[in-house]
């Protein structure tokens, strides 16, 4: 069996050079959201102000647990605030935390510009898997020119424009573009509210340019605490993620996106991400999104709500959850234009998959059942209806996968009633495979029935069970699946 279907990433590799100069490049701008912050949002009586200039964290020191914040309209720079129990932090309209430093000195040297006293040192993971070329992948030290952030490299002879390399020895930062009347920042602050205390509000804000390692976000750094709800905040352009929360946390209304690895995480019991932007995740940073990267990602989860959320163009899965989740629910979300695939169930246990709308996920050239809009994998007790899926052109659609995971294992799942669109000749497929144990993915009562298939030919091979790909009438002969399905011909 190729190495690929072995791989903890598990999604097809880049099909053409295009795509790998568009993890380079990154993604076009997002759209306009109508998540984050609006010009209506205020600060309740009686919250501490604090203007740009002001010192958040000398402003939490001295006001006690409970206590409200009104961050006024401007930019606070270098603010990394590490609030108390149940304190509450309001934006007015325009109020902006940047976790980035000016730069505003350069020489020229040859052909690079230099910034020099760059001093800043961020927690690197080494366990991270770069993408080939951007070994520096687990720096945190993003630099960025008119609010893009450039690449990353590791070796001096690589700087061109649009990269920069950071020599640590000497604190000093090369590049090529011209910086004369230009903005350029360099990512400092780790996080902007760390984790710790219970019960936090933060909302109404914009949140940007922080340095927070791979799989550490801007807001919650890496001790994701309960009772957190984070609400129409816009999260942008942070190294590692964007948000990372706990327990009974709610994360309402956010447009989070153009994270360097990913949009959002979270562990723990009684989440709920709705209503959320999560968009163009995944690229700066240089991650290998077969590691991890993408819209979101949540593991050791109990009773996870994904509900109406707009996850799209994210480097990666739209949503992931990803060991030991049990009682999630993905419902009612839009899901489009994800590069690795849609939403995935992956070694974990019960879940409900319904009423989701997913078009265009996945890569060009699916291998396998990789790339689907909706795949469980190595998962039990799952539960998929009511999908709309749309794989005309990009990836698979609905996939059942079991490979060789330990005690995890495909059984008790059972796919009904969805709608899934191929307008593409001999492209897209739905089913089970497996390649480990053929036999106990037969066995393990999981059963697709009462779908709709939409496709040009149903003699093309757009299904597939436990040991290969069929057309329709020798799929549902040899498999005894869809006995309640139907298919409709395109025209």
């Known amino acids: 069996m190729p190495e690929h ?123 991270v898997i770069c993408l080939p070329g951007r070994e520096r992948c687990s720096y945190p030290e993003a630099f960025f020119l008119d609010d893009v952030a450039l690449v990353h490299v590791s070796r001096l002879q690589d700087v061109a424009p649009g990269r920069f390399f950071f020599d640590y020895r000497n604190n000093r930062v090369y590049f090529r573009d011209d910086p004369r009347g230009r903005k350029v920042e360099a990512a400092v602050a780790p996080y902007a509210f760390r984790g710790g205390a219970r019960d936090v509000l933060v909302e109404n804000l914009t949140i940007e340019k922080y340095a927070p390692p791979v799989q550490y976000g801007a807001v919650g750094y890496n001790r994701p605490s309960p009772g957190w709800i984070v609400r129409n905040n816009e999260i942008r352009l942070n190294y590692g993620l964007g948000v990372s929360v706990g327990s009974n946390t709610q994360v309402l209304e956010n447009h989070i996106h153009g994270n360097g690895e990913m949009g959002a995480g979270c562990v723990g019991r009684d989440i709920l991400f709705e209503r959320n932007e999560i968009a163009f995740n995944g690229y700066f940073s240089g991650v290998d999104p077969n590691w991890e990267g993408g819209g979101g990602k ?7 709500v994904v509900r109406g959320n707009h996850l799209h163009h994210n480097n990666g899965y739209g949503f992931w959850t ?89 059984v008790n799942n059972h796919v009904h009633g969805n709608t899934l669109l191929s307008a593409t000749p001999d492209h897209g497929a739905s089913g089970a495979l497996a390649d480990h144990n053929p036999e106990g993915l037969r066995a393990g009562n999981n059963r697709f029935d009462g779908n709709l298939y939409r496709v040009r030919n149903p003699g093309d091979e757009h299904w597939a069970w436990v040991d290969g790909f069929r057309d329709w009438a020798e799929h549902r002969r040899r498999s005894g699946q869809d006995a309640g399905s139907r298919v409709e011909v395109l025209r």
């Open 298 to 304: 949540c593991a050791l989860t109990q009773r996870l």
């Open 5 to 127: 279907l072995h791989r903890k990433g598990r999604w097809a590799q880049w099909p053409c050079a295009a795509a790998a100069a568009m993890l380079l490049a990154g993604p076009a701008s997002a759209p306009a959201s109508a998540a984050g912050p609006g010009p209506g949002a205020t600060c309740p009586a009686g919250a501490i102000p604090v203007r740009p200039g002001m010192s958040l964290q000398s402003a939490i020191n001295a006001a006690p647990a409970g206590a409200s914040f009104c961050i006024g309209a401007g930019e606070h720079r270098l603010q990394a605030a590490i609030p108390k129990d149940g304190q509450r932090f309001h934006g007015e309209p325009g109020a902006l935390l940047n976790g980035s430093r000016l730069v505003t000195e350069f020489s020229r040297e040859g052909r690079y510009w230099v910034a020099e006293g760059q001093v800043q040192r961020g927690e690197q993971r080494p366990e």
């Open 322 to 410: 990803d060991i030991d989740n049990s009682g999630s629910l993905y419902e009612d979300n839009l899901v489009e234009d994800n590069l690795a695939g849609g939403l995935t169930h992956e070694i974990s246990f019960s879940a409900v998959i319904r009423r989701n709308t997913l078009r265009r996920n996945g890569p060009v050239k699916p291998v396998w059942l990789w790339g689907a809009a909706i795949l469980v994998q190595n998962s039990r007790d799952v539960e998929v209806y009511g999908n709309s899926v749309d794989m005309t052109g990009r990836g698979n659609g609905i996939s059942l996968v079991q490979q060789d995971r330990g005690a995890y294992v495909t």
